[in-house]
């Protein structure tokens, strides 16, 4: 039986493999394929953002080798920068000892 830690992993996989491939190379997330997984699985970010073109400077900073597409390494840079910030949060807001 798989470990939380495993099943979290296989999740990212499987979210990552659900919008990978749409259109072209099924080991990247093109352009449109990012914007429909941060619309679907991050809609709360992205209907706070006041600005559109947010999502675009987060695809280009996170597009390492600047090839228009994020393949799974660059992704998981996203999701452990979103990890780091909830964390933080966590922190700041627990009650000192």
């Given at each position: 039986?798989?470990?939380?830690?495993?099943?979290?992993?296989?999740?990212?996989?499987?979210?990552?493999?659900?919008?990978?491939?749409?259109?072209?190379?099924?080991?990247?997330?093109?352009k449109r394929e990012f914007r429909a997984f941060m619309d679907t699985?991050?809609?709360?970010?992205?209907?706070?953002?006041?600005?559109?073109?947010?999502?675009?400077?987060?695809?280009?900073?996170?597009?390492?080798?600047?090839?228009?597409?994020?393949?799974?390494?660059?992704?998981?840079?996203?999701?452990?920068?979103?990890?780091?910030?909830?964390?933080?949060?966590?922190?700041?807001?627990?009650?000192?000892?």
């Open positions: 039986m798989p470990t939380e830690t495993e099943r979290c992993i296989e999740s990212l996989l499987a979210v990552f493999q659900r919008y990978a491939g749409r259109e072209g190379d099924a080991c990247t997330l093109s699985e991050l809609a709360a970010f992205t209907k706070n953002q006041k600005d559109p073109a947010v999502v675009d400077r987060m695809m280009k900073k996170l597009d390492m080798n600047s090839d228009g597409q994020l393949d799974f390494q660059e992704f998981l840079n996203l999701i452990g920068g979103i990890a780091v910030a909830c964390h933080d949060s966590l922190v700041l807001k627990a009650p000192k000892p």
